[in-house]
C-alpha cells in the first residue's frame, strides 16, 4: 500500500462508498510480514510514498524471487529490484509481470508509476564507463514516477559537449551528476544549474582513483552550491533522493 491508495480508501470514506470500519480493517492490515528469509515492510509506502525495495546484491535467486513474490501478492504492484544479476533474473518464476535491465542491473516486477510532474530529472555522466551506475539511477527515479532524461559522455576532459547541453540543464528540476575520475563533473554542473545537484562518485579510475574514493572527496569538497554527494557507485540512492525532490510541491515548467 502506498500513499495513494490511502488517499482511494479516505476519498471513499468521504463518498460514503466506504465504512470507517472496512477502511480501518484495510489500513490495519500487517504492517510487516516475517517470512523465513527476510521480514518485510509493507507500509514502507505509507509512510515515505515509495514502497520497499529489494537489494539484490549478496541474495540468492530463489530468495530474490520468493521476496518478490510476496511483495506483489501482498497488493504492491511495482516492485524494484537493485544489483540483481542477470543470472539472478533467467532463474525468475516469470508468472508475474517481469522486467530486467541487463544495463543498470535492474528488475521490475510490475510497471512503473506514471510520472506525476512535469519536471524532469536529468542523469549526466563523466563518461561512457559511469553508465551502469547512471542507468541505475535514471530507472530507479523512471520507475518511481519521473521523466527522466540523459546526457552520457560529456565529462569536462571535451567541456564543450556538455555544454552543447546548457538548455537542457537550465531546464531541468533535479540533476544527477556521475563520474569518476577526478568527479569534477558535479562541480561544473553545479556552477550552470540553478535545482539540486545530486553527485555520484563511480569507482571507474586508474589508480589514484582509489576506487571512487579520490571522486568522492572532490565531490564533497565541490565549491559549487548546491551541490550534495551520495555513496561510491550509489545509483539507486540517488535516483530515489532526486525523485523525492522532483516530486516536492511545486514543480517547474
Given at each position: 500500500?502506498?500513499?495513494?491508495?490511502?488517499?482511494?480508501?479516505?476519498?471513499?470514506?468521504?463518498?460514503?462508498?466506504?465504512?470507517?470500519?472496512?477502511?480501518?480493517?484495510?489500513?490495519?492490515?500487517?504492517?510487516?510480514?516475517?517470512?523465513?528469509?527476510?521480514?518485510?515492510?509493507?507500509?514502507?509506502?505509507?509512510?515515505?510514498?515509495?514502497?520497499?525495495?529489494?537489494?539484490?546484491?549478496?541474495?540468492?535467486?530463489?530468495?530474490?524471487?520468493?521476496?518478490?513474490?510476496?511483495?506483489?501478492?501482498?497488493?504492491?504492484?511495482?516492485?524494484?529490484?537493485?544489483?540483481?544479476?542477470?543470472?539472478?533474473?533467467?532463474?525468475?518464476?516469470?508468472?508475474?509481470?517481469?522486467t530486467y535491465y541487463r544495463e543498470g542491473r535492474?528488475?521490475?516486477?510490475?510497471?512503473?508509476?506514471?510520472?506525476?510532474?512535469?519536471?524532469?530529472?536529468?542523469?549526466?555522466?563523466?563518461?561512457?564507463?559511469?553508465?551502469?551506475?547512471?542507468?541505475?539511477?535514471?530507472?530507479?527515479?523512471?520507475?518511481?514516477?519521473?521523466?527522466?532524461?540523459?546526457?552520457?559522455?560529456?565529462?569536462?576532459?571535451?567541456?564543450?559537449?556538455?555544454?552543447?547541453?546548457?538548455?537542457?540543464?537550465?531546464?531541468?528540476?533535479?540533476?544527477?551528476?556521475?563520474?569518476?575520475?577526478?568527479?569534477?563533473?558535479?562541480?561544473?554542473?553545479?556552477?550552470?544549474?540553478?535545482?539540486?545537484?545530486?553527485?555520484?562518485?563511480?569507482?571507474?579510475?586508474?589508480?589514484?582513483?582509489?576506487?571512487?574514493?579520490?571522486?568522492?572527496?572532490?565531490?564533497?569538497?565541490?565549491?559549487?552550491?548546491?551541490?550534495?554527494?551520495?555513496?561510491?557507485?550509489?545509483?539507486?540512492?540517488?535516483?530515489?533522493?532526486?525523485?523525492?525532490?522532483?516530486?516536492?510541491?511545486?514543480?517547474?515548467?
Open positions: 500500500m502506498d500513499q495513494q491508495e490511502v488517499k482511494a480508501i479516505l476519498n471513499q470514506v468521504a463518498a460514503g462508498s466506504l465504512s470507517t470500519e472496512d477502511a480501518l480493517l484495510k489500513l490495519k492490515l500487517a504492517p510487516f510480514e516475517e517470512l523465513d528469509i527476510a521480514t518485510l515492510d509493507m507500509h514502507r509506502g505509507v509512510r515515505q510514498g515509495a514502497s520497499e525495495v529489494i537489494y539484490g546484491a549478496g541474495k540468492t535467486p530463489e530468495q530474490i524471487d520468493i521476496i518478490a513474490h510476496r511483495l506483489w501478492e501482498s497488493g504492491q504492484k511495482t516492485v524494484l529490484i537493485t544489483r540483481m544479476k542477470e543470472s539472478a533474473a533467467e532463474a525468475f518464476t516469470k508468472d508475474i509481470p517481469f535492474i528488475g521490475l516486477v510490475g510497471s512503473m508509476i506514471p510520472p506525476r510532474t512535469k519536471g524532469y530529472i536529468l542523469v549526466a555522466t563523466g563518461g561512457t564507463s559511469d553508465i551502469p551506475v547512471a542507468e541505475e539511477a535514471a530507472l530507479t527515479a523512471q520507475i518511481m514516477g519521473n521523466h527522466v532524461e540523459r546526457i552520457y559522455d560529456v565529462g569536462v576532459a571535451g567541456i564543450h559537449r556538455l555544454l552543447a547541453h546548457t538548455e537542457t540543464i537550465m531546464r531541468a528540476r533535479v540533476i544527477i551528476a556521475i563520474a569518476g575520475m577526478e568527479g569534477a563533473l558535479a562541480s561544473v554542473i553545479g556552477g550552470l544549474a540553478d535545482c539540486p545537484v545530486i553527485a555520484v562518485p563511480t569507482s571507474v579510475g586508474y589508480g589514484t582513483a582509489l576506487g571512487g574514493v579520490t571522486a568522492l572527496l572532490s565531490m564533497l569538497n565541490s565549491c559549487a552550491s548546491g551541490v550534495s554527494v551520495v555513496n561510491i557507485d550509489n545509483g539507486f540512492g540517488a535516483g530515489y533522493l532526486a525523485s523525492l525532490i522532483n516530486n516536492m510541491e511545486g514543480e517547474k515548467e
